[in-house]
């Protein structure tokens, strides 16, 4: 089996929308493909692809209740050296002067609510999870400088809590009350209380 690497963000409870708004900022618009959200007095396009039943809901009114709801996303990220190399690898790379690289498929899930994932549940935050399709891009997930800038950058404009890398084995916390961070932690699915605990008792040590 592969690796199935994701990205998580935990964000205040807020329009998901307006966060997927900023997400698309980053997105390959050229796909041919977007969703329509419904608000009372316009539509929202986001250029991403619905799909697990997501895309039954199109267009997805504003204000829908359900627990989660699913899309595909090429996302442009800034070059560095890993991600140079894995568009090397994908012919993604047109030339030097390339100063982004698109990545893609990526699943992207919107939890409205996570509860049936663990104790640490909290209904007073939103999570965005972006899971890597192939075992290369879980590990340009938790390799590359720039997919991590990308991802902070969504927390400090949109009232991040925490963020961290899912390995699957384990967890890096990436992001935490507006402070960039670098930890390795047990799993990704802890929640605030239990991060603050860990964190409290490796200092300890």
Known sequence: MGLDYSIMLFFERQDP?????????????SLGKHTAIQYPNQIMRL???SWAGT??????????????????ASLYFEK???LS??????????????????IGYI??????????????????????QFTAATSNMSILFAQSQAVRELFIHLLQKYRGVYGLIDREMDAVLIWLRNKVMNVEIPHAWMGLMEIDAYLDSDRLD
Request: glycine share 8%.
């Open 55 to 72: 895309e039954k809901l199109d267009p997805i009114p504003f204000d829908d209740q359900s627990d989660a709801w699913e899309f595909m």
């Open 47 to 49: 250029p991403f692809e």
């Open 107 to 128: 699943y992207l899930t919107v939890h409205n609510n996570w509860k049936g994932y663990g104790e640490s549940w909290d209904p007073g935050l939103i999570l965005f």
């Open 17 to 29: 929308w307006q966060i997927l708004d900023g997400v698309a900022e980053f997105a390959d618009h």
């Open 85 to 102: 190399d894995y568009a090397e690898g994908y012919d993604l790379d047109k030339g030097s002067d390339q100063k982004k690289v698109p």
């Open 80 to 82: 560095d050296a890993e």
